[in-house]
T-cell receptor, first 114, second 114 residues
Framework: NAGVTQTPKFRVLKTGQSMTLLCAQD?????MYWYRQDPGMGLRLIHY???????AKGEVPDGYNVSRLKKQNFLLGLESAAPSQTSVYFC?????????????FGPGTRLTVT | DQQVKQNSPSLSVQEGRISILNCDYT??????FLWYKKYPAEGPTFLIS?????DKNEDGRFTVFLNKSAKHLSLHIVPSQPGDSAVYFC?????????????FGKGTKLSVKP
């Protein structure tokens, strides 16, 4: 099992460019999440999905869109990148209905917007 | 308003001694608490959890204590080892309303010196 994988690992964008981050999990998990981590800010939830075809906003959704067309994939899109979106992005997944709701994280994508 | 607070950004401990990482929370609806460990350039990994109906949970060198009346939990690592040097995140969840989403603290960077 690869667990949770993220593509790409690093990316540099210019302001206004768009890109899509891909998250894939092979654990058949129902729930998937996108977080961003900034220095001194911990992990903040951007969007999440409780199943294929469903998405919901988290704490910091502005400037991002997501799609969950297949159960194993969760895509995070930036339509017009801004320097404030420079961050490390983590994807996570978990099975449904199992407390304590432990999430399994990918290795992260480091994004720099210049 | 931060619901999960880790007030110490960093902690330095000598190898073999006890490390105590603290976490405070404000939402009395939280019913599970988790600790994650994160090495540089990797995703967070689950370490240990505790249900709100317990006051202690132990797993090898790691013990989490929960004081519900004080809305405080702590992670004890005994004995500390250099490989424990990492950032530790406290997280909390509730089954009510948020579908088990995790709320993370900002993290505490632990350095264990040989």
């Amino acid at each position: 099992n690869a667990g949770v994988t993220q593509t790409p690992k690093f990316r540099v964008l210019k302001t206004g460019q768009s890109m899509t981050l891909l998250c894939a999990q092979d654990m058949n998990h129902e729930y998937m999440y996108w977080y961003r981590q900034d220095p001194g800010m911990g992990l903040r939830l951007i969007h999440y999905s409780v199943g294929e075809g469903t998405t919901a906003k988290g704490e910091v959704p502005d400037g991002y869109n997501v799609s969950r067309l297949k159960k194993q994939n969760f895509l995070l899109g930036l339509e017009s990148a801004a320097p404030s979106q420079t961050s490390v992005y983590f994807c996570a997944s978990r099975p449904a209905g199992r407390a304590p709701y432990e999430q399994y994280f990918g290795p992260g994508t480091r994004l720099t917007v210049t | 308003d931060q619901q999960v607070k880790q007030n110490s950004p960093s902690l330095s401990v000598q190898e073999g001694r006890i490390s105590i990482l603290n976490c405070d929370y404000t939402n009395s609806m939280f019913d599970y608490f988790l600790w994650y460990k994160k090495y540089p350039a990797e995703g967070p990994t689950f370490l240990i959890s505790i249900s709100s109906i317990k006051d202690k949970n132990e797993d090898g060198r790691f013990t989490v204590f929960l004081n519900k009346s004080a809305k405080h939990l702590s992670l004890h690592i005994v004995p500390s080892q250099p490989g424990d040097s990492a950032v530790y995140f406290c997280a909390a969840s509730t089954r009510r309303g948020s579908q088990g989403n995790l709320i993370f603290g900002k993290g505490t960077k632990l350095s264990v010196k040989p």
